[in-house]
Nanobody, 127 residues
């Protein structure tokens, strides 16, 4: 059974940092494009950042560029999202996603580009 499990969310003050993890099991995702999305309260889920298979190519949403960093440890089948200088508007449920369909591109930014999703982890930033 394929599973993606996020962890690391929590409550933090504005300006603080959190590191999210996404652990994959049941299938090797080291050769798959992966990404992070988030759903703010009362809003649609939105793209945050995407990674190529190796992690050498990444693409960030403008709202998080310069503050968030995606990384992956393919040997551990784990992806990370380091979030610095957090703002109240970063409050959301954060989801990791993986694509298992054949891939022609390096990374993907649309939700329907991805085949597997985690259950989400809550990040709350207080002002």
């Amino acid at each position: 059974q394929v599973q993606l499990v996020e962890s690391g969310g929590g409550l933090v003050q504005a300006g603080g940092s959190l590191r999210l993890s996404c652990a994959a099991s049941g299938r090797t995702f080291s050769s798959r494009p992966m990404g992070w999305f988030r759903q703010p309260p009362g809003k649609e889920r939105e793209f945050v950042v995407a990674s190529s298979r190796s992690g050498s190519s990444t693409y960030y949403a403008e709202s998080v560029k310069g503050r968030f960093t995606i990384s992956r440890d393919n040997a551990k089948n784990t992806m990370y999202l380091q979030m610095n200088n957090l703002k109240p508007e970063d409050t959301a449920v954060y989801y990791c996603a993986a694509r298992t369909r054949s891939s022609g591109g390096a990374y993907y930014t649309a939700q329907n580009d991805y085949d597997y999703w985690g259950q989400g982890t809550q990040v709350t930033v207080s002002s």
